[in-house]
């Protein structure tokens, strides 16, 4: 398989790495030489000094000989474009593109739908802020994965030493339980995955990973001892992008947010584009700040 990867900084050195590592056939384009002399030196893959966008470029670099092409350099325009070029030179090539900008928030579907035909489009803030959302609708958990769609999820819960089913077999678990849309599907412990079976045994301070539907979530957290707490207050601390994208979330969710931001500039900017939000000058560490604000009552505080 033959992958082009636009953009070498972090993002497109690790995505190489891992690739090469599976020996797959990787080319990286950057028209930073320090960046490209970095891939090269660590990784065995083929550099292009250029930009991504160009078809030229890209067409020195194999591009419809590739079943992948990744653009994920710092800049959403260059991106996109190599997008379009792609699915003018190459249109079974499949695109993926990382598009971060607040900008095209709104155009995600139709880069799908219409020209350049993105198949996959990544935006890591929303991702992060997806990923704090589903965190804190599961209290406890460590991580929480939508599969099917959102049907399904799979969540890794943390064993507390005082668990019920501290020291239990799976098949007692399932005995407990009855329930079987309820699937436990692995184990990490001291740092190692175990695929489990009825023997395998849930030791205190397991990660345990189970896949359930998403409707059945506190029935499912209560066999760990866990309930599904509603959370009505929140504490921001940061007004950057994720902290302005978090409590849009909030807004919808009709959560009561507070956000403390050091710039007050920024502070002037986020009051004028919140609608319940409360934002607060300061510094999220100073203690009487978050004492005045009663840190106590929230039920959950996002750093």
């Not at 406890?140 to 005082?162: K, Q, S, T």
Request: aromatic content about 4%; overall charge negative.
């Amino acid at each position: 398989m033959k992958i082009i990867i636009v953009g070498a900084g972090e993002v497109g050195f690790h995505i190489a790495s891992r690739l090469s590592i599976e020996n797959k056939d990787v080319v990286v384009i950057d028209q930073n030489p320090q960046a490209l002399r970095r891939i090269s030196d660590s990784l065995d893959v083929q550099t292009i000094l250029g930009s991504g966008s160009s078809p030229i470029i890209l067409e020195e670099a194999g591009l419809k000989a590739s079943e992948i092409m990744l653009a994920v350099t710092d800049s959403d325009e260059i991106n996109l474009v190599a997008c379009l070029m792609t699915n003018v030179i190459s249109p079974s090539t499949k695109k993926l593109a990382r598009i971060r900008k607040a900008d095209f928030d709104g155009y995600h579907d139709i880069f799908r739908e219409k020209a350049p035909y993105i198949d996959t489009i990544i935006n890591p803030e929303i991702e992060v802020v997806n990923t704090i959302e589903r965190l804190i609708m599961v209290p406890g958990a460590v991580e929480v994965r939508d599969l099917a769609d959102g049907r399904l999820r799979l969540i890794g819960i943390r064993m507390d030493p005082d668990s019920i089913l501290a020291g239990r077999s799976l098949s007692e678990v399932s005995t407990r339980t009855g329930d079987s849309s309820f699937l436990v599907a692995a184990i990490v412990r001291n740092e190692k995955m175990i695929v489990p079976h009825g023997n395998h045994r849930l030791l205190p301070n397991d990660i345990v990973y189970f896949i359930n539907e998403k409707g059945k979530l506190a029935e499912s957290l209560r066999i760990f001892d866990k309930t599904a707490r509603p959370v009505k207050r929140a504490l921001i601390v940061g007004g950057g992008r994720l902290g302005l994208r978090l409590a849009q979330r909030f807004e919808v969710a009709d959560i009561k947010a507070k956000i403390i931001e050091a710039r007050s500039d920024r502070c002037a900017q986020l009051a004028e584009g919140m609608d319940k939000t409360v934002v607060l000058h300061g510094d999220g560490s100073d203690q009487d700040l978050l004492l005045e604000e009663h840190i106590q009552d929230m039920d959950v505080v996002v750093t």
